[in-house]
């Protein structure tokens, strides 16, 4: 079963707005981390919040993370064209020292023009 | 290098054939892992190394796969007897160490289609 699961699976919105994507996942971690992925390729690191770590901000970035809840959340203000990606978030998992990441599903964003 | 080189970045193979995907990390990264990514779905792991060691290898799917690194630096993925469920993206990644703070760089993938 996948460590993460990212919600919704596909969103689209207008330029301009704010998207936001969740993730959940099931055990305890060390980190969450979120990519994005163009045109199904190589994906790019975007951000990564420790577990003692409640928010935190990068540009137009903002990732979120409750423990308790075992959830994150990513927000990207002012949405452009240009972010339309599939964006992923990782986990690694609390007990391993061999930086595996576990990879989401993917929440796939288009912004339309 | 500047980041993490993949090669080929297309292959068509026959069914039954051989593959050997290459990934070249960067320089000084001591963790390479490598996953697959069939359309449309999230990644799936398949091995991880440190140095030339591989610790984790539970994700290669069956025993036509394996994965090989040679000096702390390139890593070459093999499948063997190549079946049509193994049509994939294979995507490398590196990291400055085995400890997930680091992050992972990824290369732009192989595309395999299996024919």
């Known amino acids: 079963s996948q460590q993460g699961e990212e919600d919704p699976q596909a969103l689209s919105i207008q330029e301009g707005e704010n998207a936001t994507m969740n993730c959940s996942y099931k055990?305890?971690?060390?980190?969450l981390q979120w990519y994005r992925q163009n045109s199904g390729r190589g994906l790019v690191h975007l951000i990564l919040?420790?577990?003692?770590?409640r928010e935190k901000h990068s540009g137009r970035l903002r990732v979120t993370l409750d423990t308790s809840k075992k959830s994150s959340s990513l927000l990207i203000t002012a949405s452009r064209a240009a972010d339309t990606a599939s964006y992923f978030c990782?986990?690694?998992?609390?007990?391993?020292?061999?930086?595996?990441?576990?990879f989401g599903q993917g929440t796939t964003l288009q912004v339309k023009p | 290098g500047a980041g993490v080189s993949q090669s080929p970045s297309n292959k068509v193979t026959e069914k039954g054939k051989d593959v050997e995907l290459r990934c070249d990390p960067i320089?000084?990264?001591?963790?390479l892992y490598w996953y697959r990514q069939s359309l449309g779905q999230g990644l799936e792991f398949l091995i991880y190394?440190?140095?030339?060691?591989?610790?984790?290898k539970s994700g290669l799917p069956s025993d036509r796969f394996s994965a090989e690194r040679t000096g702390g630096s390139v890593s070459t993925l093999t499948i063997q007897r190549t079946q049509q469920e193994d049509s994939a993206v294979y995507l490398c990644?590196?990291?400055?160490?085995?400890?997930?703070?680091?992050?992972?760089?990824f290369g732009s993938g192989t595309r395999l289609t299996v024919v």
């Open positions: 990644a590196s990291s400055f160490s085995g400890h997930s703070s680091y992050g992972y760089t």
């Open positions: 919040i420790r577990s003692n770590e």
């Open positions: 190394f440190q140095g030339n060691s591989a610790p984790d």
């Open positions: 320089s000084g990264h001591t963790a």
């Open positions: 990782a986990t690694d998992k609390g007990s391993s020292n061999t930086g595996k990441l576990i």
């Open positions: 055990t305890s971690i060390n980190n």
